[in-house]
Each structure stands twice: as structure tokens, then as C-alpha cells.
T-cell receptor, first 115, second 116 residues
Framework: ETGVTQSPTHLIKTRGQQVTLRCSSQ?????VSWYQQALGQGPQFIFQ???????GRGNFPPRFSGLQFPNYSSELNVNALELDDSALYLC??????????????FGPGTRLLVL | AQTVTQSQPEMSVQEAETVTLSCTYD???????LFWYKQPPSRQMILVIR??????QNATENRFSVNFQKAAKSFSLKISDSQLGDAAMYFC?????????????FGGGTRLMVKP
């Protein structure tokens, strides 16, 4: 069984640029959720994709957007990067959106630094 | 909106001893799930244990067990026979039981240090 993978591991961008982060879900999982974790804090929910449709969104501006592909892998896109976007971005996959199957399993994260 | 509070920023335990990490939450829902995740310096969030709110029995996974007090909205994690590899950040998390918006709400975390 393949776990959740994310790429790249680390990324450095400058303010105003755009970035794309990628996530491959655990085999058999059809739901992907994205979280932002600032240094020293708990993760904050960005949004979730279920069967290629957005299924819930946290308190993040529209410049944070996402996509899920037919193989259930996902992308997180951030436009017009700001210094405060520097964080660890975590992807989690689950089998469905509710019940015990909705338990989320996390990838190793992508560390983004915005200069 | 649901909130999760971890009141202990740091905890320390001697190897082989037992430690309890605290978590309280606030919700008006009756159907929900609670989780403890471990985040070592490698950064990957690892699921430690899950508790369904409708189950009265406390969840147990090997050396890890919880004390789930639904009326008090308390969900503590007990680690028995602590090992050096248990040193990490521990996050308590809440998730609604419904199908819409399967988001996790996390507490601020507790850093656990294990002394040899």
C-alpha cells in the first residue's frame, strides 16, 4: 500500500510569484484535504476535494485554489504569494468524507519559504 | 464553529514512565470524531489514535490510550512505557461526523520531551 506523497519537499519563492504544490493520495483514497501549518502552530484547513469537486473550504482567500485529477491526485495553487504564506503545506487523503473511512492520513508536507 | 484547546505547550516524561496529554474541545454536535496525531521533527503527521463520539469505550492502540469524557468535552492521551521515539509534537483534532466538509480542526499542540 502506497502512502500519501507530496512534491516538492522544499520550495523558495519571492513575493508576488505563483506556486503549485502536488499531492498523490494513498491508494484507494478518493478524497484529498490541504492544510497550512505556520511555524509553531496547528494545521489550518484550506480546502478539500472529493471526486474532483471542492467539498469544503476554510478561511483562505481565492488566490488559494486547487484541483483534483481523475486518479485522485491533487494540486494546490497559490497566486500572488505573500510573506505570510511561508509555511508547511500538508496534504491528507481519506476514503470518503465521513464516518470512520473519512480518517485522514497525511503526507510529509512541502515547506514553502516566501522571500 | 468548533474549537480545540491544548493547554500544555510542553510536557516532559522519563523514559519508561507514563504521561498524559490534555485536550478539551467545544462543539454543539453530537456526532463527531476525535484524533491524536503525532508530528516528529520529520514533519509528517502520523495518526496515533481515533475515538468515535458515539462509543463509550475509550480507544486503545498498544501503549496509547485515551480518556474520553463526552460530557466534559475532554479527550486526553495517555502514553505508557514512554520511549525515546515518542518525543514529538502531539496534536488533538476534531472532525464532524457528517459527510459535508470533512475538515479537521486542530489544537495548538503539545511538545513532548522524553528523557533517557
Amino acid at each position: 500500500e502506497t502512502g500519501v506523497t507530496q512534491s516538492p519537499t522544499h520550495l523558495i519563492k519571492t513575493r508576488g510569484q505563483q506556486v503549485t504544490l502536488r499531492c498523490s493520495s494513498q491508494s484507494g483514497h478518493n478524497t484529498v484535504s490541504w492544510y497550512q501549518q505556520a511555524l509553531g502552530q496547528g494545521p489550518q484547513f484550506i480546502f478539500q476535494y472529493y471526486r474532483e469537486e471542492e467539498n469544503g473550504r476554510g478561511n483562505f482567500p481565492p488566490r488559494f485554489s486547487g484541483l483534483q485529477f481523475p486518479n485522485y491526485s491533487s494540486e494546490l495553487n497559490v497566486n500572488a504569494l505573500e510573506l505570510d504564506d511561508s509555511a508547511l503545506y500538508l496534504c491528507a487523503s481519506s476514503l470518503g468524507t465521513g464516518g470512520a473511512g473519512g480518517t485522514q492520513y497525511f503526507g510529509p508536507g512541502t515547506r514553502l519559504l516566501v522571500l | 464553529a468548533q474549537t480545540v484547546t491544548q493547554s500544555q505547550p510542553e510536557m516532559s516524561v522519563q523514559e519508561a514512565e507514563t504521561v498524559t496529554l490534555s485536550c478539551t474541545y467545544d462543539t454543539s454536535e453530537s456526532d463527531y470524531y476525535l484524533f491524536w496525531y503525532k508530528q516528529p521533527p520529520s514533519r509528517q503527521m502520523i495518526l496515533v489514535i481515533r475515538q468515535e463520539a458515539y462509543k463509550q469505550q475509550n480507544a486503545t492502540e498498544n501503549r496509547f490510550s485515551v480518556n474520553f469524557q463526552k460530557a466534559a468535552k475532554s479527550f486526553s492521551l495517555k502514553i505508557s512505557d514512554s520511549q525515546l521515539g515518542d518525543a514529538a509534537m502531539y496534536f488533538c483534532a476534531y472532525r464532524s461526523g457528517g459527510n459535508a466538509g470533512n475538515m479537521l480542526t486542530f489544537g495548538g499542540g503539545t511538545r513532548l520531551m522524553v528523557k533517557p
